[in-house]
């Protein structure tokens, strides 16, 4: 059993282990918008001011921006033959990009790239002429809402126009990626350092691309999808993904598979909990929280701010050891194993080590029919500290 587990037993092992609780808050799908979301945007900044963690940092929320939208008006004067883009700037969007400003400047924003668009611009185009709903969907607003396509259409690096999707030439994808972060460091004057691929959809000639312009930590769900099948879902490739793992191009993985989506039912209990069982783990929480949570419906908005002042507070009241830091500052923590955030004692990395593989179903499964879980449970039971 062991031999045959010995992949996901090394990758567990492996795992940094993190002596103190760490979060951070992911929120994607920032990019262009009205005045209003940059008005959001502040009110989130105040609620991060307001909670410290151990150390006395302040909250930190990290912001996925996709860097443009479709030129509505200029597509339409050639009956959307062509695409034309809208870029983010601070031109376009100033309220916004006033707000990211400062608060990265405080360290209470960390802005993270999902790409140029939040889609491939060649299948959107033929979707759009496809598709009568994806033409409302254009013609619906000035800054149209990418979270409101289907979700085969909302990855980036994968050709959609046919189901199930095809790679895209590797050219394209080099091509592309290149001019993105150009983008990316003429909006924010830093070259992207962090990615979060859009629909979590992408493969390894877009890891290279990644690389090639400096981008050196993905964020991922714990597995990577390359394509959409028949009826657009998503299907996942390879093994799965551990935090701190390291590709072929030297990039970082993170893991973020834990949500707080006040608009969807996620609340701070829910938030409090992943906190629970992830620091048990020797795990960082990270939490996805989408922008529609802060931006719909005015009492949808309300609430979800609300509901995030009182996760903080809650947080840092049952974790006063808790830290809060951005993705890019938890990678260097993995890479450099610093011993005042990583766990270095033998005894306690095997608990730990434990406790991983129990959360492991087939692993688990196969431990309680052969025995293994008996000497398991005794090692365990040493390595525990005491209360």
Same mark, same amino acid.
């Given at each position: 059993?062991?031999?045959?587990?010995?992949?996901?037993?090394?990758?567990?092992?492996?795992?940094?282990?993190?002596?103190?609780?760490?979060?951070?808050?992911?929120?994607?799908?920032?990019?262009?918008?009205?005045?209003?979301?940059?008005?959001?945007?502040?009110?989130?900044?105040?609620?991060?001011?307001?909670?410290?963690?151990?150390?006395?940092?302040?909250?930190?929320?990290?912001?996925?921006?996709?860097?443009?939208?479709?030129?509505?008006?200029?597509?339409?004067?050639?009956?959307?033959?062509?695409?034309?883009?809208?870029?983010?700037?601070?031109?376009?969007?100033?309220?916004?990009?006033?707000?990211?400003?400062?608060?990265?400047?405080?360290?209470?924003?960390?802005?993270?790239?999902?790409?140029?668009?939040?889609?491939?611009?060649?299948?959107?185009?033929?979707?759009?002429?496809?598709?009568?709903?994806?033409?409302?969907?254009?013609?619906?607003?000035?800054?149209?809402?990418?979270?409101?396509?289907?979700?085969?259409?909302?990855?980036?690096?994968?050709?959609?126009?046919?189901?199930?999707?095809?790679?895209?030439?590797?050219?394209?994808?080099?091509?592309? %990626?290149?001019?993105?972060?150009?983008?990316?460091?003429?909006?924010?004057?830093?070259?992207?350092?962090?990615?979060?691929?859009?629909?979590?959809?992408?493969?390894?000639? %877009?890891?290279?691309?990644?690389?090639?312009?400096?981008?050196?930590?993905?964020?991922?769900?714990?597995?990577?999808?390359?394509?959409?099948?028949?009826?657009?879902?998503?299907?996942?490739?390879?093994?799965?993904?551990?935090?701190?793992?390291?590709?072929?191009?030297?990039?970082?993985?993170?893991?973020?598979?834990?949500?707080?989506?006040?608009?969807?039912?996620?609340?701070?209990?829910?938030?409090?909990?992943?906190?629970?069982?992830?620091?048990?783990?020797?795990?960082?929480?990270?939490?996805?929280?989408?922008?529609?949570?802060?931006?719909?419906?005015?009492?949808?908005?309300?609430?979800?701010?609300?509901?995030?002042?009182?996760?903080?507070?809650?947080?840092?009241?049952?974790?006063?050891?808790?830290?809060?830091?951005?993705?890019?500052?938890?990678?260097?923590?993995?890479?450099?194993?610093?011993?005042?955030?990583?766990?270095?004692?033998?005894?306690?990395?095997?608990?730990?080590?434990?406790?991983?593989?129990?959360?492991?179903?087939?692993?688990?499964?196969?431990?309680?029919?052969?025995?293994?879980?008996?000497?398991?449970?005794?090692?365990?039971?040493?390595?525990?500290?005491?209360?």
């Amino acid at each position: 059993m062991l031999w045959y587990y010995r992949g996901v037993l090394l990758a567990l092992w492996r795992e940094p282990v993190l002596r103190h609780p760490i979060l951070i808050i992911e929120s994607d799908d920032w990019g262009p918008g009205p005045k209003a979301h940059g008005q959001q945007l502040h009110r989130i900044a105040k609620i991060l001011e307001r909670h410290h963690d151990a150390r006395g940092n302040a909250a930190v929320m990290t912001l996925g921006v996709a860097l443009a939208l479709p030129d509505v008006k200029r597509m339409a004067l050639n009956d959307y033959a062509q695409y034309y883009r809208q870029l983010f700037s601070p031109l376009l969007c100033p309220a916004i990009c006033e707000v990211m400003r400062r608060g990265t400047a405080s360290g209470i924003f960390a802005v993270h790239m999902q790409g140029l668009e939040h889609y491939w611009p060649p299948t959107l185009l033929w979707a759009i002429k496809a598709n009568e709903k994806v033409k409302a969907w254009l013609l619906s607003d000035e800054f149209p809402r990418t979270e409101e396509l289907p979700p085969h259409l909302r990855s980036r690096w994968t050709n959609a126009t046919s189901l199930p999707s095809r790679p895209l030439p590797e050219e394209q994808i080099k091509a592309a %990626v290149s001019l993105e972060a150009k983008i990316f460091s003429r909006i924010f004057s830093v070259m992207p350092e962090v990615v979060v691929p859009p629909a979590f959809c992408w493969n390894n000639l %877009v890891e290279k691309a990644w690389a090639d312009v400096g981008v050196r930590i993905i964020v991922t769900p714990g597995y990577r999808c390359e394509s959409h099948d028949r009826d657009g879902g998503m299907t996942a490739k390879g093994s799965l993904i551990y935090n701190g793992q390291i590709n072929a191009y030297g990039q970082v993985y993170v893991v973020r598979d834990d949500y707080f989506e006040p608009g969807l039912g996620h609340l701070a209990e829910k938030g409090l909990a992943a906190l629970v069982k992830k620091s048990s783990l020797g795990r960082p929480t990270l939490l996805e929280s989408h922008r529609f949570n802060y931006v719909d419906d005015p009492d949808v908005a309300d609430a979800a701010l609300s509901q995030l002042d009182h996760f903080l507070e809650e947080t840092t009241k049952h974790f006063p050891s808790v830290l809060f830091m951005s993705t890019a500052k938890l990678v260097e923590v993995f890479v450099a194993a610093d011993p005042d955030f990583i766990q270095r004692k033998i005894m306690r990395r095997i608990g730990v080590w434990l406790l991983r593989a129990r959360e492991v179903p087939a692993l688990w499964r196969v431990a309680c029919l052969s025995g293994m879980v008996i000497p398991a449970f005794l090692l365990y039971k040493i390595t525990k500290p005491a209360r």
